[in-house]
C-alpha cells in the first residue's frame, strides 16, 4: 500500500474551513478517563472518501477510543474497524471497566473479527488519586484486592491481559519504607489473586509535574517493588512520557528493568502529544524496543497536536516515520 495514497485518501474531501478547526480538546491526554477522551456528543464522520489499507505496523501500536472520531465516528466497533483498516493491531481502553458487559462484549468480538489485541484497561481507578495502598489500611487493601477479583470476570470477558494499576498517592504520616512496605502487601494479596488467571497488573509510575503527590515514580523504585512482591502477576508499565519527564535517559532505565516491564506506553514530552511534536527520539527507542524483540503492546496514551481528521493523518504519518523498519 502507498502510504501517500492512504493520507491523500483520508484528507481528500475535507474543506478548507475545516482546517484548524478545535472541536474537540484534541491536546488532552486520556488520563485514565471514564471512557474515551472527552468529545462533543453526536459527531458525524465525513464517510465521502473511502479509506485505503496501509500495512500494519512493525510494533504494536494501541490507539484508544475517540482518537479517529473524525474519520470513524462516536461508534465503538466503527472506531476499531477504522484502526485496523489505518495498520494498528490493537486497542487500548482505560475505562473498559466502567463500560456494560454489552458494550464490553461488542467490543472483544470486534476486536476477534478484526485479529487486534485488548491492551490495558484501569484497575483501580477508585484509590488512584489519594492516599490508598500506600496507607496500610485494611479497607483500602481489601477495597483493593475485590478490585482484583472484579477485574478477572472483565478480562475473561474482553481477552485482556493486563491491567493499570496506581499505587496512589504518597501518606504524609508515614515513612518512605512503611508506605513501600503496605505497597507491597497490597500488591502481593492482589497477585494472588490474579496467577491462577494468568492475568498481569501493570504497575505505572507517574511524574510529579503531572500527578503531583503519587507515591511510584522512577524505575529503580518499581523495579524493587517488583522484586519484593515476587508475582508473574505484579510487573511495570512503563510509560515513557512520564519517565522521561520523571528521571529520563529511557533506554537505560528499560534495559534495567527489562524483565518486569511487558508493557510501555508513550506520548512525546512536553505536551504529551504524538512522537515528533516533543524531545523524545522515538525512532531511536523504538528501533531499540524492536531490536530486543518485544513483542508486546505499545499503548498511544497522548492527545494530538491538530484537530480534525488532518490532525488523525498527521497521528498516523507520525507514527509510521517513527516505526522500525
Known sequence: ???????????????????????????????FPPGHEPNAPGFAPDRQTPINTPETF?????PHFGMFRHHAGDDLIDQIDFMAEAGFRSLEDNGMRGRSIDDQERIAKALEQNNMRLGVFV?????AWRPSLTTGSKDERERFVQNARDSVEVAKRVGAKWMTVVCGEVDDNLSATEQTRNVVEALKQASAVLEPHDLVMVCEPLNWRDHRGQFLQFTPQSIE??????????????????QQASE????????????YIPYFQVGDNPGRREPGTGEINYANVFKHIHERGYDGIVGMEHGKSQGGKEGEVVLIEAYRAV???
Open 1 to 31: 500500500m502507498d502510504r501517500r495514497a492512504f493520507v491523500a485518501a483520508s484528507i481528500t474531501g475535507v474543506g478548507a474551513a475545516a482546517l484548524g478547526m478545535h472541536d474537540e480538546p484534541f491536546d488532552l491526554p486520556p488520563d
Open 58 to 62: 512493525t510494533l504494536d501500536y494501541a
Open 123 to 127: 484497575m483501580n481507578m477508585d484509590g
Open 225 to 242: 517493588i517488583c522484586q519484593q512482591v515476587d508475582s508473574p502477576s505484579c510487573r511495570i508499565l512503563q510509560d515513557l512520557y512520564h
Open 248 to 259: 529520563g535517559n529511557l533506554i537505560d532505565h528499560m534495559n534495567a528493568a527489562w524483565h
Open 323 to 325: 516505526d522500525p523498519s
